[in-house]
């Protein structure tokens, strides 16, 4: 069991140092009078259903499912929280000089995300509804698995070879077998002459004409090439095909969402600073390591 100082400890760290508040969460459910509710007083200090409701916000949705395990404990972890600052003004830690740097340093921070918040929820709301469709439709290749084959070859270095092997197969002989005995391919020898997956463009311009002009079962004539003879049997063929859109429409929006973001971004940035004086010197980077 976790001791009850730490599970405190543990809640305050998350509502002290927040998290991601825009992450895939769930909105707290309250009442309409929630936000105006006086929850707590530390002293002068009131905590109200907004401050609770913020705080909630702040955390990202695994840290949100467990204060709904415990709301009064999340409530606590907030009234440390006070306690632990008005004994920081106490202490003049507002005056300190480091400190002052660090909170502007952190204001700059968070104004610069939320502003970035805001023009990521003003991209998406541009992004136009037919743009996942529009993508697919414009990059049918990625969506189309690739035509291919399954073949078995035996290799040889004669033409009278290549014909006596075609001879034995077409009288019942065992290709496999053959392969093995006689194939002058160490790729494929030891299976038999089987190469499992073959897409166009894997091999020489006249086996792939032969082999993708079998049908499944059918022997080849002899085929050469610039290794030598080879005899071949097609086992399978599998013709190009588009996959759904609407099985990869979720997929799609996701990427067409994060391209158009980027470039947003990208583009912000880009005439932020073509407005702003801007004046960088690299050379008092040179001595720093």
């Given amino acids: 069991m976790v001791p009850h100082r730490l599970v405190f400890t543990a809640f305050l760290l998350l509502v002290t140092a927040g998290a991601d508040a825009h992450g895939d969460k769930r909105a707290l459910e309250h009442p309409p009078d929630f936000d105006t509710r006086v929850l707590a007083r530390v002293n002068d200090a009131v905590i109200t259903g907004l ?61 610069s995300q939320e502003l970035l918040r805001r023009e990521q929820a003003a991209a998406t709301k541009a992004t136009p509804p037919d743009a996942s469709r529009r993508y697919y439709d414009a990059h049918r290749e990625e969506f189309t698995s690739k035509e291919r084959i399954s073949v078995s070859h035996i290799l040889v270095e004669t033409r009278e070879k290549a014909d006596a092997i075609l001879a034995r197969l077409r009288g019942g002989a065992d290709f496999a ?109 040179g001595d720093v390591r």
Avoid: C, W
């Fill in 177 to 285: 077998a053959l392969a093995q005995e006689v194939s002058r391919d160490d790729a494929s020898r030891d299976r038999g002459g089987r190469i499992p997956v073959v897409y166009r463009g894997q091999m020489s311009r006249e086996l792939e004409a032969a082999a993708f002009a079998l049908t499944p079962g059918q022997l080849s004539g002899v085929v050469l090439d610039g290794d030598g003879y080879h005899v071949l049997v097609l086992h399978s063929h599998v013709s190009a095909t588009p996959t759904p859109f609407e099985s990869v429409r979720a997929s799609i929006e996701r990427k067409v969402a994060a391209t158009q973001l980027d470039q947003h971004f990208k583009d912000l940035i880009a005439t932020l600073e073509r407005q702003a004086d801007i004046e960088m010197n690299e050379r008092a980077l």
């Fill in 51 to 111: 401050d609770f409701h913020r705080a909630f916000d702040a955390l990202g949705a695994d840290q949100q499912l467990m204060v709904r395990r415990n709301l009064t404990k999340f409530l606590e972890t907030l009234v440390q929280r006070e306690v632990l600052y008005q004994a920081a003004l106490r202490a003049g830690l507002d005056r300190d000089p480091d400190v002052i740097a660090r909170l502007a340093d952190i204001r700059r921070a968070l104004l």
